[in-house]
């Protein structure tokens, strides 16, 4: 693995292992006082049930603690991004739940959750215009500058030759200038080299795509005798195929031999040597282009807000790394990502013995067969980005020599999504894949884009272990959620020039909450996470606090408009990105966006 990947992961595992070491939890109440710790008249019990009651009037109203925020990935809740466009490209954003079909393996489903979404922060500005989220005197608010989408350009360098790296890399230039001033772009490459993070200095772009080169890992022989790629060594070796063995010693012969028949014994075993060879080449190949696909996966995982990876290769086959293959799909649609691939070749066209600067063949047989391994070669490569597209909704552009347009389709940002969720019936933890098919109602003729499936867990996973799930996926959206009554509210004072303190807090109406009476007491707990991300998406600080409420009724009936908790972070002057997410103990979670700019 490339020294900037084995980095990048690491950067990453550091910025989620911050949420809940970085503030200690202060819990301030408003409305009426709130008792932390009553005392009860003194006396001493008598039996083991007056000590039980006496026990439970001890027990606190309310305890805060920080807890750790480490998560893992579960399908509870299987959640699907929709995107319906019209004949003309345009996303619609007018239809209703009413309006949509949800397949699981062909059975009908019951969406759960739905929602329409309007991409970016703009809407949350507008709404938050009569409320600055600033409250520092004499500081004029001015509208925060923080990151909306994130598009990773992951670029095949090991595949790509110079020619078709040339014509992409303009294409690719010429897209960054479409970019919206709240977009964040990434240049990653296969080879590791030459990786620029997300930002959204187009100057920075340019240059990481102006210093891309191709990186193969196996150097061409010069003589070209036997021809052999990973294609047709897949043909000889995993799948056994005579004549594809067969073309290649009849080649060998040709080329060392001068088609000397005393001599077909060695050529063959010169042949099965090339093709061991080329496998290995292949493999090796292949594996770094899945794992360096892996790690963007992860990286841009992190990322709060709409995500797409846009992979721009000539295709590559990946015979014995299915599983791989099947992994990055599986991270990707957990993680609400979509990837959409751009075959570099253009429109191509498969010359019959190679271009001009290959030998060809004398045995006119021989080069016949030859030209058409190279058709199948050719459009085998194209098969993984197709299906890395269609897995997760994404687009596959190719056949066409528009690479701007092309560049167009795959990148662009829709103006309106759906949100559809459903919770799997029956489900068995198998880790199998499970079909999805969205469709429409509707009598419009409408295209629909959508993930294709998802992967059953392959074991339990506890109550504890989903709601930290359902905790971190909310943390990075930038979706707003509503069944808790929450409100999100920052400050910040500036000490100096160069530091600031960031207050988040979080109100909650207690009133409306959903308690279970035991012992006289109602009972919940909250989980409040909040996370501090910068301009260009990276987690600067976050912290988890746990509420447990134990409220006499006496309590509850006074606290008038509820409980406030307030975090603070130590930050730099800049523009940030606040994301509330609250979850109480009956699984209701609320999901809040805050944007602010310290001068």
């Given amino acids: 693995m490339p020294p900037a990947t084995r980095n990048r992961r690491k950067l990453i595992g550091w910025q989620i292992l911050a949420i809940g070491l970085i503030v200690i939890p202060v819990i301030l ?9 009553p005392q009860d008249a003194p006396g001493q019990p008598t039996s083991s049930a007056s000590a039980s009651t006496s026990a439970t009037s001890n027990t606190p109203e309310m305890t805060s603690h920080d807890a750790a925020a480490n998560f893992k990935v579960n399908v509870r809740l299987v959640e699907v991004h929709v995107v319906v466009r019209d004949s003309k490209g345009k996303a619609i954003g007018t239809l209703r739940k009413e309006d949509f079909q949800l397949f699981d393996d062909r059975k009908p489903q019951i969406i759960t959750k739905f929602s329409v979404q309007k991409p970016g922060l ?11 989220l600033t409250s520092t005197a004499d500081v004029p608010t001015t509208p925060p500058d923080v990151a909306e989408r994130y598009i990773a350009y992951v670029f095949d360098d090991v595949h790509l030759e110079f020619g078709d790296l040339a014509l992409v890399r303009k294409a690719a230039e010429n897209n960054l200038d479409t970019l919206r001033p709240t ?5 990653f490459t296969v080879s590791g080299q030459n990786n620029l993070d997300f930002t959204d200095d187009r100057a920075k772009l340019r240059d990481a795509l102006g210093r891309m080169m191709p990186r193969p890992l196996a150097v061409g022989r010069v003589n070209d005798c036997p021809k052999m790629s990973y294609y047709i060594a897949d043909l000889i070796l995993n799948k056994n195929d005579p004549q594809a063995l067969a073309t290649v010693a009849a080649d060998v012969l040709d080329c060392q031999f001068d088609n000397d028949s005393r001599f077909q014994s060695q050529s063959q075993a010169i042949a099965q040597q090339a093709a061991a060879q080329g496998l290995i080449e292949g493999e090796a190949e292949t594996h770094l282009a899945l794992t360096s696909l892996k790690d963007v996966v ?8 709409q995500r797409c990876i846009v992979l721009v290769s000539p295709g590559f086959i990946t015979p ?12 990707a649609m957990h993680a609400n990502i979509t ?11 498969v010359m019959p013995g190679g271009d001009i600067s290959q030998r060809m063949p004398r045995n006119t047989a021989v080069a016949g067969i030859e030209g058409l391994y190279q058709i199948s070669s050719a459009s085998a490569d194209a098969d993984v980005m197709a299906f890395l597209a269609d897995a997760t909704g994404g687009v596959f552009f190719h056949n066409n020599n528009d690479l701007v347009e092309g560049f167009r389709r795959v990148a662009s940002t829709p103006e309106y999504y759906y949100v559809l969720a459903f919770s799997p019936q029956n489900l068995k933890l198998n880790g199998h894949f499970h079909n999805l098919k969205v469709t429409l109602k509707t009598t419009e003729k409408y295209s629909i884009q959508a993930r294709r499936g998802y992967f059953a867990p392959k074991q339990v996973t506890g109550p504890e272990q989903e709601a930290k799930q359902e905790i971190e996926d909310a943390l990075f959206s930038q979706e707003e959620l509503h069944d808790l009554p929450i409100d999100l509210h920052t400050q910040f004072f500036k000490p100096s020039d160069g530091e600031a303190k960031l207050t988040v807090l979080a109100h909650v109406d207690v009133r409306q909450l959903h308690f279970r009476k035991a012992d006289g007491r109602n009972n919940n707990d909250l989980t ?3 996370g501090v991300f910068d301009r260009n998406g990276n987690l600067v600080s976050g912290n988890e606090k746990i509420l447990q409420m134990h409220l006499r009724d006496e309590t509850l009936a006074k606290m008038g408009p509820g409980l406030s908790v ?3 972070f130590d930050v730099k002057p800049g523009s940030y990105l606040v994301r509330l997410v609250v979850r109480d103990a009956e699984g209701q979670i609320a999901a809040e966006n805050g944007a602010i700019q310290i001068p």
């Fill in 339 to 349: 990837i959409s691939a751009l075959d570099a070749r253009g429109l191509y066209v």
């Fill in 29 to 37: 109440f408003s409305g009426a006082a709130v008792a932390t710790s």
């Fill in 183 to 187: 977009d964040r772009a990434a240049i």
């Fill in 320 to 331: 014995q790394q299915e599983y791989d293959t099947d992994n990055i799909i599986d991270r």
């Fill in 122 to 132: 703009q809407v949350a500005r507008e709404e938050q215009t009569s409320q600055p």
């Fill in 566 to 568: 307030k975090s603070n």
């Fill in 528 to 530: 409040i996470v909040s």
């Fill in 298 to 305: 992860r990286r841009i995982s992190a990322a709060p807000g």
